[in-house]
Nanobody, 118 residues
Framework: QVHLVESGGGLVQAGDSLRLSCAAS????????MAWFRQAPGKASEFVAS???????DYSDSVKGRFTISRDNAKNTLSLQMNSLKPDDTAIYSC????????????WGQGTQVTVSS
């Protein structure tokens, strides 16, 4: 079991940038595929970005070119750099860890709120 805690959320204006962090404890994330998901009010959870143990990345079409996912296994942290933020990016962002992303992510953080005003 890996414990995940997100930070870095906040209220920003459209066009601004934010960097989210996810601190892991209990296990080293080097053994896990990692991802960010988000959930906007009244909507289902949505995949944002993922990074495998081998550092291959994947992004949703809605954030591709604006967001960058990265991992620092030495610091046991996952990050999400978000640029050119839009009001549609407003959501609770959660990080997730899984032994193999094919089978899903079994460890989740509580989330951090990101609000983008127009």
């Amino acid at each position: 079991q890996v414990h995940l805690v997100e930070s870095g959320g906040g209220l920003v204006q459209a066009g601004d940038s934010l960097r989210l962090s996810c601190a892991a404890s209990g296990r080293t994330i080097s053994n896990y595929d990692m991802a960010w998901f988000r959930q906007a009010p009244g909507k289902a959870s949505e995949f944002v970005a993922s990074i495998t143990k081998g550092t291959s990345t994947d992004y949703s079409d809605s954030v591709k070119g604006r967001f960058t996912i990265s991992r620092d296994n030495a610091k046991n942290t996952l990050s999400l750099q978000m640029n050119s933020l839009k009001p549609d990016d407003t959501a609770i962002y959660s990080c997730a860890a899984g032994r193999n992303r094919i089978y899903g992510y079994e460890n989740w953080g509580q989330g951090t709120q990101v609000t983008v005003s127009s």
